[in-house]
């Protein structure tokens, strides 16, 4: 059983707009709270690399990444990140669609993408992450990184997908898959919630009746 905790970055509970996450490193933005760093390292046994990108704090939301890759959203600023990334390719996508860690949700069996994508940018996509790349939405959602959470555990997704496509994407990442809401409510689960393998962080406004949902499937 990995352990549930409410937290808030930078003072607002959409913690998955602001923190991306895997088994063996987390990148929070810079000027991020020393306490906040500190819950990261202790909970989810990461190592924290703070970072800005696109001169923005809104790391979730341009970053997704899994074992063997990580990519980020390139809109002509100079992007830096560590030199030690654990051995991952590291891609810079420069598409119209720049958003990749609301746009792309991947574990270390596939991805599924944003269907703006261009086929010049899947094909990149599925190099540097290593996986099978398919385009589509979750129930109805075109932001498939926020409509989902993903761990080793589990998937949470969005109410708004059916059992069908729950169970195709059982199938399609091989993990367990529920749907649920974070943060009171809210139906893109991806920008509320985070985990590994070890510990699963929501925002400060979800309930217990969602956090049961959720300790369901990715605890």
């Known amino acids: 059983m990995s352990m549930i905790k409410k937290i808030s970055i930078l003072k607002n509970n959409f913690i998955g707009l602001y923190a991306r996450v895997w088994e063996d490193i987390a990148f929070l933005p810079l000027g991020v709270e020393q306490e906040t760093v500190r819950e990261f390292e202790e909970s989810m046994g990461v190592r924290v690399e703070r970072v800005l990108i696109n001169q923005s704090y809104l790391i979730g939301s341009l970053m997704v990444m899994n074992s063997n890759g990580i990519i980020v959203a390139r809109n002509g600023t100079d992007e830096r990140l560590p030199e030690d990334l654990n051995g991952r390719n590291v891609l810079f996508l420069k598409d119209k669609i720049n958003a990749v860690g609301n746009d792309i949700i991947a574990n270390d069996r596939g991805a599924i ?39 080793k555990r589990g998937m949470l997704v969005t109410p708004e997908a059916d059992e069908d496509e729950m169970k195709f994407l059982s199938e399609f990442f091989g993990v367990p898959v529920k749907s649920g809401t974070a943060n009171f409510g809210n139906i893109y689960v991806g920008s509320s919630v985070l985990a590994n393998s070890r510990a699963v962080f929501v925002g400060k406004e979800t309930t217990p009746i969602e956090i049961g949902r959720i300790d369901d499937v990715l605890s």
């Open 113 to 151: 993408i944003h269907r703006g994508f261009s086929a010049s940018s899947k094909k990149k996509i599925e190099d540097t992450l290593g996986v099978e790349v398919i385009k589509g939405t979750i129930g109805k959602i075109k932001t498939v990184g926020s409509a989902a959470v993903i761990s």
